[in-house]
């Protein structure tokens, strides 16, 4: 008899909801990480992430979204934490940009509520920006942000609190599946299990090398400035989070001031032409000036009241697909081992659905939700024969 129902490896804002979905169906639940909690050394980190509802990116994401609310919510009242902050969301650009125009379907398509700004009105009503002729903005009333590593920590802790397992600072070496069950080996010991569910975050290249999952892994950088004027008018009452399509094609986004004067406002860019390809090994950890200048160069052009003292930043990992949307799916050569990986810099706020949809599909065969555009096979990913990392 196995010990486990099923093994999670990763224990990231993916792997910790899985956790918890899997062990709150009463799963005998084993996690496994390489880092500590709600490490720095992934994806997962970095204090916020935005939430949105008229999702530029494709419609078929809005009900998972509607969804992934109240499962946030849900996570709020059982782990006694503060998750989300709602103050609005402003998707900025020109009027047939993928932001505002994407974001426009989906709300109508699901009837979303929503109000189109013109430039003026958006300056009037959050003067802190200073936009271009020719830019409108579709402001998204229940837009917001996720606190990252609160997340993750409230997740592994309810999980824990359910019966769940969870081994932190042991690295997987290897993994195998056979229609008996799975075996990993980790820098300790070796596990079994009736069923594997891998989320990998930046490490999917590696731990799932066999599978040829065309995924690359992007260098991404957070940073934090003081407002030249103080954060008054960043403050969350104020002003929202945002996506601004600028016409060279890069996509800065950003944040209230959430976390008082001296931690100052958040931006980073969601896209942007140039990439810089690496691996969680090889990645430049350090925020070079470089970065700090690139993302000035942004903040002059639409919120010049932010381009005041750098306070400090971090890098993170995107971990991407061709097409930008998700990997969730059964494993192409075992049907015990399912893989949710890929999530290319915008599936943060997923991870409350993501964990309810892999926990269907690890004990149902399939989800409630629609995740046709995330299926593993669309690449034309082939078979293998084993497993490893």
């Known amino acids: 008899m196995n010990t486990y129902d099923v093994i999670v490896l990763g224990l990231g804002g993916m792997g910790s909801s899985v956790a ?3 062990a709150r169906r009463g799963e005998r639940v084993l996690g496994l990480e390489r880092f500590t909690p709600a490490h720095d050394r992934g994806s997962s980190h970095g204090q916020t992430r935005v939430i949105r509802q ?3 990116e494709h419609p078929s994401y809005v009900p998972l979204l509607l969804r992934a609310y109240d499962l946030w919510h849900e996570l709020e009242s059982e782990a006694g934490d503060k998750l989300l902050l709602l103050p609005g969301g402003l998707m900025l650009g020109a009027e047939d940009s993928e932001v505002v125009s994407g974001s426009l379907k989906s ?14 009105e958006i300056q009037r009503r959050f003067p802190a920006f200073e936009l271009p002729q020719g830019t409108v903005g579709l402001l998204e009333p229940f837009a917001g942000l996720v606190r990252t590593e609160g997340a993750v920590l409230a997740h592994l802790r309810c999980a824990a609190a359910r019966g769940a397992a969870l081994q932190f600072e042991e690295p997987v070496l290897s993994w195998t599946a056979t229609s008996a069950g799975v075996s990993v080996t980790t820098t300790r010991r070796s596990y079994q299990a009736d069923r594997l569910v891998i989320t990998p ?32 008018q960043f403050r969350p009452e104020r002003f929202p989070v945002y996506i601004w399509h600028e016409a060279t094609h890069r996509q800065p986004y950003g944040f209230p001031a959430v976390d008082g004067e001296e931690d100052g406002v958040k931006i980073a860019f969601f896209r942007k032409p140039e990439t810089e390809v690496c691996t969680p090994e090889t990645i430049d950890r350090r925020v070079r000036q470089d970065d700090i200048e690139t993302m000035r160069a942004s903040i002059r052009r639409f919120l010049p009241s932010l381009d005041g003292k750098f306070l400090r930043g971090t890098t993170c990992m995107y971990t991407v697909t061709p097409d930008l949307n998700f990997v969730i799916g059964e494993h192409p050569m075992y049907a015990n081992v399912l893989v949710a990986c890929g999530f290319s810099g915008h599936g943060f706020k997923f991870c409350s659905v993501v964990g309810d949809v892999v926990a269907d599909c690890v004990i149902q065969g399939q989800s409630r939700l629609d995740i046709t555009l995330f299926d593993p096979k669309r690449f034309g990913t082939g078979p ?3 497993g490893g990392a």
């Open 20 to 22: 918890y979905h899997l």
């Open 54 to 56: 008229c999702y530029f």
């Open 107 to 120: 709300a109508r398509q699901y009837s979303l509520p929503y109000a189109m700004l013109d430039r003026g």
């Open 201 to 232: 975050g930046p490490w999917a290249p590696e731990l799932l090398r066999d599978m040829d999952i065309p995924v690359s892994v992007e260098r991404q950088v957070l940073l934090w400035f003081q407002p030249k004027g103080g954060i008054d």
């Open 384 to 386: 293998v024969m084993k």
